[in-house]
T-cell receptor, first 116, second 113 residues
Framework: AQSVTQLGSHVSVSEGALVLLRCNYSSSVPPYLFWYVQYPNQGLQLLLKYTTGATLVKGINGFEAEFKKSETSFHLTKPSAHMSDAAEYFCAVSDPSSGNTGKLIFGQGTTLQVKP | EPEVTQTPSHQVTQMGQEVILRCVPISNHLYFYWYRQILGQKVEFLVSFYNNEISEKSEIFDDQFSVERPDGSNFTLKIRSTKLEDSAMYFC???????????FGPGTRLTVT
């Protein structure tokens, strides 16, 4: 069965510092990979996704993530944190073999705090 | 930009009562989902719906739960007899197909007392 692990339930960075949020997955086949962000009292918004092709994917708000099959990882990074990046971030996977209906399996989430 | 909407934003109900959570997916989407997030826990898959039938459901989605797309625009989740442990944020999502992303609504916070 697929699973997703996000290392660190809380990450705190200073404004302008590098953001690194870790995600590792367990899957028998390379899954589709997603990062979602949840701002307070809002729904989940897609930041970026990897399905096939280039392993370094760029998303909205300056975020990017790299799919590393050998490490079963899909870590999210941003070179310079902004106060508005403070939110909860979820890594999720879906199984390509489940067809178009593929459910998402989520990690536990990481709360990003950005200090002035 | 099209978005998924959910009503109500907050529902309070007594244990044993029936509740219906409503969602309007994005209009040209074909696949519909319900997820829930118990406070402090991860987002969990409940059910997926395609072509007017359930395509997959989780162990959580027992006989107390049902879904319906009654009129081609709404997508509802019914809990027949709510329990305290059903208190959670319920998210509706939809997608057009393939490996494309799921678009999530803002959620309905269900509180069972």
């Amino acid at each position: 069965a697929q699973s997703v692990t996000q290392l660190g339930s809380h990450v705190s960075v200073s404004e302008g510092a590098l953001v690194l949020l870790r995600c590792n997955y367990s899957s028998s086949v390379p899954p589709y990979l997603f990062w979602y962000v949840q701002y307070p009292n809002q729904g989940l918004q897609l930041l970026l996704k990897y399905t096939t092709g280039a392993t370094l994917v760029k998303g909205i708000n300056g975020f990017e993530a790299e799919f590393k099959k050998s490490e079963t990882s899909f870590h999210l990074t941003k070179p310079s944190a902004h106060m508005s990046d403070a939110a909860e971030y979820f890594c999720a996977v879906s199984d390509p073999s489940s067809g178009n209906t593929g459910k998402l399996i989520f990690g536990q989430g990481t709360t990003l705090q950005v200090k002035p | 930009e099209p978005e998924v909407t959910q009503t109500p934003s907050h529902q309070v109900t007594q244990m044993g009562q029936e509740v219906i959570l409503r969602c309007v997916p994005i209009s040209n989407h074909l696949y519909f989902y319900w997820y829930r997030q118990i406070l402090g826990q991860k987002v969990e898959f409940l059910v997926s719906f395609y072509n007017n039938e359930i395509s997959e459901k989780s162990e959580i989605f027992d006989d107390q739960f049902s879904v319906e797309r009654p009129d081609g625009s709404n997508f509802t989740l019914k809990i027949r007899s709510t329990k305290l442990e059903d208190s959670a944020m319920y998210f509706c999502a939809s997608k057009s197909g393939g490996p494309y992303e799921q678009y999530f609504g803002p959620g309905t916070r269900l509180t069972v007392t």
